[in-house]
């Protein structure tokens, strides 16, 4: 992004012994501005998870407060807003389509199956991410019903999707959740 680059990213490190642990911070200290070192390879593992299971649990928190607003006849988007002025205990997520990236849709089941092996279940990071998984197919629905209440038919319509890479300003579309929603619209009879 525009705000955030390797340079200004903190980099977490953990090697197999002190040796490599401080190899790998001097040789990321040529690159990012700040190094912190952990304790081992499993924590620096396990700190990249935790972020990416962290928003993909809270996206998914926010699709699903979205259908609500929605069926209340309320705004998210001013709902969101307000809540942003509170200045302690709240950070902004913002609902969307679904989630995509090489990381953030696929580190939830990674976390899971290695849960499983220990014989712990993860309900909640699965339950996000069945709800992020489900966002294409209400998208479609959404534009179905966006076409009905004008008396047209999803089957035939001409439909342009913008914005097909995972975020803005980058190109890669891996996970992207709006091919999901250009393979619906298809199968649907649309034409994308």
């Given at each position: 992004?525009?705000?955030h680059?390797?340079r200004?990213?903190?980099?977490i490190?953990g090697?197999?012994?002190p040796q490599?642990?401080q190899?790998?911070?001097?040789?990321?200290?040529q690159?990012?501005?700040?190094v912190?070192p952990?304790?081992?390879?499993?924590?620096?593992?396990?700190?990249?998870?935790f972020e990416?299971?962290?928003?993909?649990v809270?996206?998914a928190?926010?699709n699903e407060?979205?259908?609500?607003?929605?069926?209340?006849?309320?705004?998210?988007?001013?709902?969101?807003?307000?809540?942003?002025?509170?200045?302690?205990?709240?950070?902004?997520?913002?609902?969307?389509?679904?989630?995509?990236?090489?990381?953030?849709?696929?580190?939830?089941?990674?976390?899971a199956?290695?849960?499983?092996e220990?014989?712990?279940?993860?309900r909640?990071?699965?339950?996000?991410?069945?709800?992020?998984?489900?966002?294409?197919?209400h998208?479609v629905?959404?534009?179905l019903?966006?076409?009905?209440?004008?008396?047209?038919?999803l089957?035939?319509a001409?439909?342009?999707?913008?914005g097909?890479?995972y975020?803005?300003?980058?190109?890669d579309s891996?996970?992207?959740?709006?091919?999901?929603?250009?393979?619906l619209l298809?199968e649907?009879?649309?034409?994308?």
């Amino acid at each position: 992004s525009k705000d955030h680059s390797v340079r200004n990213t903190p980099k977490i490190v953990g090697g197999i012994d002190p040796q490599s642990t401080q190899l790998a911070q001097l040789l990321y200290s040529q690159i990012a501005g700040t190094v912190l070192p952990v304790s081992c390879p499993e924590v620096a593992e396990m700190t990249k998870v935790f972020e990416n299971v962290f928003r993909s649990v809270n996206i998914a928190l926010v699709n699903e407060l979205a259908h609500l607003c929605e069926r209340m006849g309320l705004s998210v988007w001013e709902v969101i807003d307000a809540a942003s002025t509170k200045p302690f205990g709240y950070m902004p997520f913002y609902p969307g389509p679904g989630i995509g990236g090489h990381c953030i849709p696929l580190d939830p089941y990674y976390l899971a199956n290695k849960a499983r092996e220990l014989d712990f279940h993860t309900r909640f990071i699965e339950l996000a991410a069945e709800i992020n998984e489900h966002m294409p197919y209400h998208v479609v629905s959404r534009v179905l019903e966006l076409l009905s209440t004008r008396g047209k038919s999803l089957n035939g319509a001409k439909i342009l999707v913008l914005g097909v890479a995972y975020k803005k300003d980058v190109e890669d579309s891996r996970e992207s959740p709006a091919l999901k929603i250009i393979q619906l619209l298809r199968e649907k009879g649309a034409e994308v």
